[in-house]
């Protein structure tokens, strides 16, 4: 008995093991084949054993606008652009206002101490001095010529010398004026202004520091940001895409969802030497977003219709900062070919700016290939 139930329990095992085998290849048999990808020698194409599993797609043609993209930068508008002199020389005794600020017109920027007015005001006190002693030498010429004490002569030398005297006074009150200091109110300390509304985006003087009346170097700087310059550097062969009075995009670096209108209001005439290029200054009204020095992409617009390669979006992958698409080449292999993107177009489509021609063939899903690729 031992022994049959021996034979009886090893025919079993047997038996079981048969079936767990067969169940194990007939689900195999119902399962795809699997997918494997062998890179060729040239590292741009694959081959791939089952090639119909990724479907191809034919580029369609569209046109589109020819554009030019360059980068450029924000500064102020020179006409826009006014500095704060000093007509007075003397030392900087206390500062209103700072670098960045926002000013109005006849706001107080600075005091200056200066030894300029205690002179300009002394020279007026002295032609006054001398005018009302000038007018009383005429009235009394006057009254002496009418009784015949003196002669035509004499009184018209008195004359002259009162109307010279009263031009000496309205000088010297002109030169308080212009220092600042009023003329009823003398006093060595000047003060100096805004002369018009804007900001502040040049400061040449500290605290004690000496100011020189009409120097080349300005205490402040005072711009109207509400409309700026976009300085673009553009190369010589670019210039046809680029005409005056035309308007251009610009979109700021720091705001790539914000797509400013300009207008083309100068094209400069001689190119830079080194990098063959030529400035080209777009006019922007600022929103209140844009700072001198901040960097932005200007985009001209031609008038000229291109004709480019669109494909659908999931036939473009993206690797190591670039865009690329898969094309058939020999039976079961596909090449690898770099792409530059451009446009959405409506129906998940993409615009290719370079790479592809109109009616050439790729991959559908790039990327389930190049997954396959990295298994």
């Known amino acids: 008995m031992k022994s ?4 009886v329990s090893f025919g079993l095992a047997i038996l079981g093991a048969g079936c767990s085998s067969n169940s194990k290849q007939d689900a195999a048999a119902e399962a795809p084949p699997s997918v494997s990808a062998v890179q060729e020698q ?23 606008a020819s554009s030019l993209q360059v980068t450029g930068s924000v500064a102020p508008d020179v006409s826009r652009t006014v500095p704060v002199i000093s007509l007075a020389s003397g030392r900087v005794v206390e500062i209103k206002a700072k670098l960045g600020d926002t000013v109005q017109k006849g706001q107080l920027l600075l005091r200056v101490q200066s030894v300029d007015v205690a002179g300009a005001y002394s020279d007026y006190r002295k032609a006054v ?29 008195s004359q002259d010398a009162e109307d010279k005297a009263k031009v000496d006074v309205e000088t010297t009150a002109e030169h308080l004026r212009a220092l600042g200091s009023p003329l009823d109110r003398p006093s060595a300390i000047v003060d100096i ?30 711009s109207d940001l509400s409309q700026v310059w976009i300085l673009c550097d553009v190369y010589e062969n670019q210039l046809p895409n680029v005409r005056l009075g035309e308007t251009a995009d610009v979109t700021p670096n720091a705001y790539p969802d914000q797509v400013i209108e300009g207008r083309i209001s100068n094209i400069g005439s001689v190119l830079d030497p080194s990098l063959r ?37 999931s036939a473009i992958v993206h690797l190591h900062d670039l865009d690329w698409v898969y094309v058939p080449a020999e039976a079961g292999k596909f090449r690898r070919v770099e792409v530059k993107s451009g446009n959405l177009l409506p129906n998940r489509m993409q615009e290719l700016l370079s790479g592809l021609q109109p009616g050439q063939k790729v991959v559908a899903n790039a990327l389930e290939l190049q997954n396959t690729l990295e298994q």
């Open 129 to 157: 001095a001398d005018e009302v002693l000038s007018r009383t030498q005429f009235e009394r010429a006057k009254e002496l010529y009418q009784h015949g004490a003196i002669a035509l002569n004499d009184l018209q030398v």
């Open 42 to 64: 040239d590292s741009s194409v694959v081959t791939v054993e089952h090639p119909e599993r990724f479907p191809l797609v034919a580029t369609v043609e569209h046109a589109a």
């Open 277 to 313: 290029t030529a400035k080209v200054r777009i006019e922007v009204r600022n929103p209140g977003t844009l700072r001198p020095g901040m960097f932005v992409t200007a985009t001209f617009h031609g008038l000229k219709k291109e004709m480019h390669a669109a494909v659908p979006a």
């Open 193 to 222: 202004v805004a002369p018009v509304s804007g900001v502040i985006t040049d400061q040449q003087v500290t605290n004690a520091a000496g100011v020189q009346s009409l120097s080349s170097t300005n205490p402040f700087t005072i």
């Open 4 to 7: 049959l139930v021996l034979i």
